[in-house]
């Protein structure tokens, strides 16, 4: 079993920065993938982008490029999301999930994180 917890959401003004954490514990040798999402009210949830240990990689959906970066503290198990130049309609529950190794789909997921950027 995985457990996901994330970290570091709050309350900022427009043009802010902040970093999100998601640490990681349990089995983690057998994920292999860890997505960033989020959910605004009365929104369908939508990916942010993932980062990958083999190959080690980081992807991300096409309009979450530029503001957006993935990396990890390998050390620590944890994955971060910096988002820079935040937006009012960056306003979200951020979560992060794991996948497992050779499955399709996100098996684990965070409680969520409540980001709020004022105008």
């Known amino acids: 079993h995985v457990q996901l917890v994330e970290s570091g959401g709050g309350l900022v003004q427009a043009g802010d920065s902040l970093r999100l954490s998601c640490a990681i514990f349990?089995?983690?040798?057998?994920?292999?993938?860890v997505g960033w999402f989020r959910q605004a009210p009365g929104k369908a949830r939508e990916s942010i982008g993932n980062?990958?240990?083999?190959?080690?990689?980081?992807n991300y959906t096409e309009s979450k490029k530029g503001r957006f970066t993935i990396s990890t503290n390998n050390a620590q198990n944890t994955v971060y999301l910096q988002m820079d130049s935040l937006e009012p309609e960056d306003t979200a529950v951020y979560y992060c999930?794991?996948?497992?190794?050779?499955?399709?789909?996100?098996?684990?997921w965070g409680q969520g994180t409540q980001v709020t950027v004022s105008s």
């Open positions: 999930a794991a996948q497992r190794v050779r499955r399709v789909g996100f098996d684990y």
């Open positions: 349990g089995r983690i040798f057998s994920i292999n993938t």
């Open positions: 980062f990958s240990w083999v190959p080690e990689v980081a």
